[in-house]
């Protein structure tokens, strides 16, 4: 078994909050100098830019997976990550669905942009991202684990934005692959203070918006092969996968 750095939380220029030097080529030259193995892209409420940060981490080795960053009607953010560009393209779908129409004003929140390899744009994403969804964490929940995605509450530490914020509580019948704490948290303090159950799996990662950040919180997997599939089982300690915080 061999250990890989996984950063599973990272925005691109697609994100309005992001930084505009949030570009495919960077985030993958950087990951790889900072000794990431897996990186998984998650922008807000989208997984537009996805295709092209794979496409640039092509024969580099890095391990780039499919993902968003949701924001639930509660105001609850999750990570919801995607095995290929079937599921994920299905997931879009869903999100666009539920994204309300609600422009994006650059001047305010920043610009939402798709990029291609040569850092054009090729567009402006109309619609806020930023916005809650219309739909409830639950469904979404249900809906990534119909696509075999991965479904991870995002800073769940955090005093807004998380699954404790909003709701107060782990809700039984939401099916969970792990919790994300933000990047200095301490593990025990967290599951104590949350009372977290002892099987589910905690990760730290970057939530990086500016390129300063990328890679600079990881989460240990322990794993024959870097696939999603073993992911999977690591999160969900099964068949002798693990997951470790890095301290
Ligand atoms: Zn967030
Ligand atoms: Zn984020």
């Known amino acids: 078994m061999k250990k890989f750095r996984a950063d599973l939380h990272v ?21 790889m100098e900072r000794g990431i193995d897996i990186l998984a892209i998650t922008d807000h409420n989208s997984t537009a830019q996805c295709a092209m940060v794979k496409e640039q981490a092509q024969g580099t080795g890095l391990l780039v997976v499919n993902g968003c960053e949701v924001n639930s009607r509660e ?11 079937y599921t994920s393209r299905k997931f879009q779908q869903f999100l666009d669905q539920y994204l309300p129409e609600i422009p994006n004003r650059p001047e305010y929140h920043g610009h939402q942009v798709l990029v291609n390899q040569k850092n054009e744009i090729t ?17 979404i929940e249900q809906y990534t684990h119909q696509l075999n995605g991965l479904f991870i509450p995002a800073h769940i530490d955090r005093p807004i934005n998380s699954l404790y914020s909003q709701l107060g509580y782990l809700p039984t019948n939401l099916k969970i692959d792990g919790m994300q704490l933000s990047k200095f948290a301490d ?3 967290i599951r ?10 905690l990760i730290t990662a970057s939530d990086a918006h500016y ?14 092969e870097p696939t ?20």
């Open 228 to 247: 999603f599939q073993e992911m999977r089982w690591a999160l969900n300690r099964k068949n002798g996968r693990f997951v470790k915080i890095e301290s």
């Open 123 to 139: 567009r402006h994403l109309p619609n806020y991202l930023g916005s809650p969804l219309r739909i409830d964490i639950e469904t």
């Open 187 to 189: 593990e025990q303090e």
């Open 11 to 31: 925005h691109t220029v697609l994100s309005p909050c992001a930084d505009l030097d949030m570009s495919p080529d960077r985030i993958v030259g950087l990951a």
């Open 211 to 224: 390129t300063e950040d990328i890679g600079s919180a990881a989460t240990s997997f322990y794993l024959y």
């Open 75 to 85: 105001e609850v953010h999750a990570i919801c990550l995607f095995e290929d560009d």
């Open 192 to 201: 104590n203070r949350y009372d977290i159950p002892a099987d589910v799996s």
